[in-house]
């Protein structure tokens, strides 16, 4: 049974359908890489309206097959969810690699915050941002020799692998 198999079964679990629509955008979320934006999914998904993908997108990310990654220029990407817990993700700023992290003191954080504020907590997303081991070896982009490594910005934030 394939990946796709796999996830179109548990949509059909939750008595979802799994139109032809749907089918593509996970197809296309399976082929995208360690991570992705909606618009990647769009390109790939031909034929599929936006909404469709975002909405296909959102189920998919209440189910725990995606979840969110921020990046610190503020976009807004996702990945497979490989590890199905509570987890939140590390991501260089250099490179754009992204770790997952399991380790979360937030809770009671969250506790501590509704108990000052009566709230009602639903929820937390966590991203930590720095500099990844790789990144910090390289000197920053456009200068090299004894002169690395004092200021500068790192280069592009591309996105790296996972």
């Not at 490179?95 to 937030?106: A, D, I, K, L």
């Not at 930590?128 to 490594?149: D, E, I, L, M």
């Amino acid at each position: 049974m394939t990946e796709l198999d796999v996830v179109a079964e548990r949509l059909e679990m939750r008595g979802l359908r799994v139109t032809p629509a749907r089918r593509a955008v996970l197809a296309a979320v399976l082929e995208a890489g360690p991570h992705f934006t909606v618009d990647d999914v769009c390109q790939r998904a031909r034929g599929v309206g936006r909404a469709t993908a975002f909405r296909t997108m959102r189920l998919l990310q209440h189910l725990n097959v995606l979840c969110r990654v921020l990046l610190d220029d503020g976009s807004l990407h996702y990945r497979l969810n490989r590890t199905h817990g509570h987890h939140h993700h590390l991501v260089c700023t250099g490179c754009g690699h992204v770790e997952v992290f399991t380790n979360c003191g937030v809770p009671a954080l969250a506790e501590e915050v509704a108990r000052r504020t009566d709230y009602e907590i639903e929820g937390h997303w966590l991203e930590v941002y720095g500099r990844c081991r790789a990144c910090r070896s390289r000197p920053p982009a456009g200068q090299a020799g004894p002169a690395a490594g004092r200021g500068g910005v790192a280069g592009g934030r591309g996105i790296g692998g996972t």
